[in-house]
């Protein structure tokens, strides 16, 4: 039985997904399930698990905060929650440069009982600098579309009340998520729940998808969205918690940060 559930977001870019799928799948143990957020019929993944196809989605997608949510709620509800132990929640632009991940995932959860989310190291990320003679430690900050959560983690953050996509576990009202991830590593941390980076596991995104394809995908161009991510992400951190910039939200993750460390002692070999 799969200890690892992997959930991927599709967006009418199904060979794009359906590859992703089969090279998760040819060298892991992992079930994969396809959230499609709005494709076009004929565009659907040949793996597509669940089609979400409200008006809302099909004029402008799920992007990655109302997907996963949409996703770990409809596990959640169901009886195929509690079978896995770790989920691993990707966009279909993430390009896995290990192949074999599994076991080393699952050996990484197992030493380190306090940590909640963990990331794969970025190909070109600066991090990988702190992550040579300790491959994995904690963070306050962490920038990605592949996050591994574990179970427990998921059950104690979680918000199990409709709508779903804005309240499961991201906060899907920031629809592109710029400083989503803050957000979730900050309560983490102040629920005793660490966040790391790993450099076992080593990913990139692609952006050429984007960049190429924005009117097959119907959003934006990746200027634009670029510039909305932005200025949406600013306007939720300002409504939501006074904030000015992402600094302040930086520094805000960064006292959960430190006082994780206060409470966790036997951590400290893992903090930067």
Not at 11 to 35: E, F, M, W
Not at 70 to 87: M, Q, R, V
Not at 126 to 154: P, Q, S
Request: net charge positive.
């Amino acid at each position: 039985m799969s200890k690892i559930a992997t959930i991927i977001i599709n967006r009418n870019l199904p060979k794009v997904t359906d590859r992703l799928y089969q090279k998760i799948k040819k060298n892991n143990s992992t079930d994969i399930y396809v959230i499609d957020a709005g494709s076009d019929k004929n565009k659907l993944s040949k793996n597509c698990t669940w089609y979400i196809k409200d008006k809302d989605t099909k004029i402008n997608g799920l992007r990655y905060n109302r997907g996963i949510n949409l996703a770990l709620a409809k596990l959640y509800n169901s009886s195929y929650f509690k079978k896995y132990d770790i989920f691993f929640c990707i966009t279909n632009d993430t390009e896995i440069i290990t192949k074999k991940f599994d076991n080393k995932i699952l050996k990484i959860f197992n030493k380190h009982k306090k940590l909640g989310i963990l990331s794969p190291l970025g190909t070109n990320w600066g991090e990988k600098f702190y992550l040579k003679k300790i491959k994995t430690k904690y963070f306050w900050f962490i920038h990605n579309h592949a996050y591994f959560l574990r179970k427990e983690f998921v059950e104690d953050l979680c918000n199990n009340n409709k709508p779903y996509k804005i309240n499961f576990l991201f906060d899907g009202s920031n629809f592109r998520g710029y400083g989503s991830e803050i957000e979730l590593i900050a309560k983490g941390y102040a629920n005793n729940w660490a966040s790391a980076i790993t450099s076992e596991m080593k990913v990139q995104e692609n952006s050429t998808y984007l960049i190429s394809k924005s009117q097959l995908i119907k959003t934006e161009t990746y200027e634009q969205n670029f510039k909305l991510y932005l200025d949406e992400g600013k306007k939720w951190m300002k409504r939501k918690y006074g904030f000015n910039d992402k600094w302040s939200l930086n520094m805000y993750s960064k006292l959960f940060y430190d006082n994780f460390f206060e409470q966790n002692p036997e951590c400290m070999k893992y903090r930067l």
